[in-house]
């Protein structure tokens, strides 16, 4: 099997030219991370004033679309109440491919967890949560594009596929509310001291209760930190919205168990936690 690196032989000579282009300077000993699929590069850069920031480079067939706009349009429309690092520059080039540099603030405060899902209590104190529930209620009021969205209702429709339990128990698939969302709020994308919610370039319009969802559901290695998230989020997690919500994200971890290993480790918890939901039906 190729790194993704292997698979992105352009990324590094894209992040050098972001840097140039961007006035910035970096070591040549920094750690550059790479993003699942091999898409994209990021790491810590310094500006021509000495403030830190952080730069991510993007390769893509062509330009445009959901992703490669979702950055620069949560900056534009997101309200500043949502805690987030401050887009400060972007720069793109070329067609086919096309390649994108995103520029923001140096992240502050410290990501809960080094991987999506929890492999320890995340030990968040009051205040933390009652901040990200603002925050989150916040977002849901954004006037999302219309056609900007997390995933469809026909991906819904499909859930079945994944889990079969779904359509035996006859659970009504249609969604009633879409509101704005994250639509990829774990637990590596939060940090604490202070509270920000990092990584946009996916948000748009979700099923009500779907990012709570999905931080329940990578939370579920770590039963305490789980009912902390059903706690703070019961009021939309124990409706109808809400088990659909779950069943969702339940659905989307068992599908990408066959492309990943941390989607893996994941499947049989969210197989369990599907079967609880459809079980109180």
Known sequence: MTSSSENTPDLQQAWHHAIVALSLTTSDRVALHHGVGGRTLSGPA????????????MSAPRPGGKVWNGAALADVLVSDNVPRPRLLAEHTWGDTPAFQALMWERMKGTAVSATP???APAKNDAQWWTDLRHALTTLETVPAPADRQVFSQAFIHRIPNHLPEIAEAGVDLNVGTWVASHGDLHWANLTRDPLMILDWEGWGLAPLGYDAAVL????LPEPETAAEVREVFADVLNTDAGQLAHLVICAEII??????????RLAPYAR????????AQ
Do not use: I, M, N
């Open 46 to 57: 310094t500006t021509a004033d000495g403030s830190p920031v952080w730069l991510r480079v």
């Open 117 to 119: 899902d929890l492999t």
């Open 216 to 219: 329940h559901a990578y939370a």
């Open 255 to 264: 599908q990408a168990a066959e492309r990943d290993s941390l989607h893996a």
């Open 272 to 279: 369990r936690f599907a079967t609880e939901v459809l079980t």
